[in-house]
T-cell receptor
Framework: KNEVEQSPQNLTAQEGEFITINCSYSVGISALHWLQQHPGGGIVSLFMLSSGKKKHGRLIATINIQEKHSSLHITASHPRDSAVYICAVLMDSNYQLIWGAGTKLIIKP | DTGVSQDPRHKITKRGQNVTFRCDPISEHNRLYWYRQTLGQGPEFLTYFQNEAQLEKSRLLSDRFSAERPKGSFSTLEIQRTEQGDSAMYLC????????????FGSGTRLTVV
């Protein structure tokens, strides 16, 4: 079993839909990252959180430390949101990131 | 400072050749990481440096792979006697270190071994 599991692996939705991507982990962590990777390969850090909820524009990230679960939500989705979204956890034993396999999101106009 | 720079962006090499990639992190970041990403997979940890010291290496990093960060600034990743299985995107990331600082990623070097 992977230490970081993401679901779904692939998600196709219509423009305007509310999107949820889930991340579950099984290790002790210091923080959790949500990252966005575009087809060209570049990775952008969206959020880093260790508790509660963070919001940036149309993106919302939540984390429940007790349940070892985080969600990334996109409101009013747009085709430019199409990308791979990756959850990565920062181990509390060292500073190594453990990555999920990513969720490929396609938003159709 | 415009972020983490990686050079080259793309590299095509023949099997058996040696290749070297360079990563220039954000200047005040003391931690530097190398990851490898194959198609459809999340990045895999290869190694990381705190300043010039290489603190951890993944078991994925065979003897053909070596990384350096000689002055605690830029880093190089060399692959000797490349194999087709080495074809991947090689990503570099840097951070100030500690829990509360985010990571900044380079655009990656895409290696194709033919």
């Amino acid at each position: 079993k992977n230490e970081v599991e993401q679901s779904p692996q692939n998600l196709t939705a219509q423009e305007g839909e509310f999107i949820t991507i889930n991340c579950s982990y099984s290790v002790g962590i210091s923080a959790l990252h949500w990252l966005q990777q575009h087809p060209g390969g570049g990775i952008v850090s969206l959020f880093m959180l260790s508790s509660g909820k963070k919001k940036h524009g149309r993106l919302i990230a939540t984390i429940n430390i007790q349940e070892k679960h985080s969600s990334l939500h996109i409101t009013a989705s747009h085709p430019r949101d199409s990308a791979v979204y990756i959850c990565a956890v920062l181990m509390d034993s060292n500073y190594q990131l453990i990555w999920g396999a990513g969720t490929k999101l396609i938003i159709k106009p | 400072d415009t972020g983490v720079s990686q050079d080259p962006r793309h590299k095509i090499t023949k099997r058996g050749q040696n290749v070297t990639f360079r990563c220039d992190p954000i200047s005040e970041h003391n931690r530097l990481y190398w990851y490898r990403q194959t198609l459809g997979q999340g990045p895999e940890f290869l190694t990381y440096f705190q300043n010039e010291a290489q603190l951890e290496k993944s078991r994925l990093l065979s003897d053909r792979f070596s990384a350096e960060r000689p002055k605690g600034s830029f880093s190089t990743l060399e692959i000797q006697r490349t194999e087709q299985g080495d074809s991947a995107m090689y990503l570099c990331a840097s951070t100030k270190g500690g829990v509360w600082y985010g990571y900044t990623f380079g655009s990656g070097t895409r290696l194709t071994v033919v």
